[in-house]
């Protein structure tokens, strides 16, 4: 079957601190995993995508993992600010199809 | 970058009246549209999967006769919630799946539908 999890469910973390979240899939076949920001009240908005090919991604702060084999990917969230207080979403899709699987989300908070 | 508009961004009606939510690919086309629906810190789910010029595809348990979806062009598919009720109240969220890069699809900013 295929799944996407998202772990911590949810997280509290000091300004200026880092972070990282977890997303395992079963997804089979792959064509990209991709990490989303979703800001309360709005819609999701893309930080990384990743192909099968590729092992590491970074955009500003945020730097993603993927390992194929196990069908693990993790991302890192460097020097922590207020604003990243967000939920994030981990999606994988297929190279075919209208198939684009969900992970549950993580919520995190920063606080001062 | 791909951007995807909806239009309201919020919206509040009466009970009983029917309200239209317009999703727009700004500057791709999109064969295929998806419509969301997420409760507060829930996740969302998927509600439908339109197709330019073919009927929607409907999740279990959504009513396609409540939940009208049209998608007439290949950058504009619309989401009418008819009759609503408050229980319909909650953030509509579509995303619209690049022409040229099936494996990607780009998320709308959200409607908040809040239903008096």
């Known amino acids: 079957k295929n799944q996407v999890e998202q772990s911590p469910q949810s997280l509290i973390i000091l300004e200026g601190k880092n972070c990282t979240l977890q997303?395992?899939?079963?997804?089979?076949?792959?064509?990209?995993l991709r990490w989303y920001k979703q800001d309360t009240g709005r819609g999701p908005v893309s930080l990384t995508i990743?192909?099968?090919?590729?092992n590491t991604k970074s955009n500003g702060r945020y730097t993603a993992t993927l390992d194929a084999d196990t069908k693990q990917s993790s991302l890192h969230i460097t020097a922590s600010q207020l604003s990243d207080s967000a939920s994030y979403i981990c999606?994988?899709?297929?190279?075919?199809?209208?198939?684009?699987?969900f992970g549950t989300g993580t919520s995190l908070t920063v606080i001062p | 970058g791909a951007v995807v508009s909806q239009h309201p961004s919020w919206v509040i009606c009466k009970s009983g009246t029917s309200v239209k939510i317009e999703c727009r690919s700004l500057?791709?086309?999109?064969?295929?549209m998806f419509w969301y629906r997420q409760f507060p810190k829930q996740s969302l789910m998927l509600m439908a999967t339109?197709?330019?010029?073919?009927?929607?595809?409907?999740e279990q348990g959504v009513e396609k006769d409540k939940f009208l979806i049209n998608h007439a062009s290949l950058t504009l598919s619309t989401l009418t919630v008819t009759s609503a009720h408050p229980e319909d109240s909650s953030f509509y969220i579509c995303?619209?799946?690049?022409?040229?890069?099936?494996?990607?699809?780009?998320f709308g900013p959200g409607t908040r539908l809040t239903v008096l």
């Open positions: 999606v994988v899709s297929q190279p075919t199809g209208n198939q684009f699987y």
């Open positions: 500057d791709f086309q999109a064969t295929t």
């Open positions: 990743m192909t099968f090919s590729e």
């Open positions: 339109s197709n330019e010029g073919s009927k929607a595809t409907y």
């Open positions: 995303s619209a799946r690049d022409r040229a890069y099936t494996d990607t699809q780009y």
């Open positions: 997303c395992n899939y079963t997804v089979s076949p792959f064509s990209n």
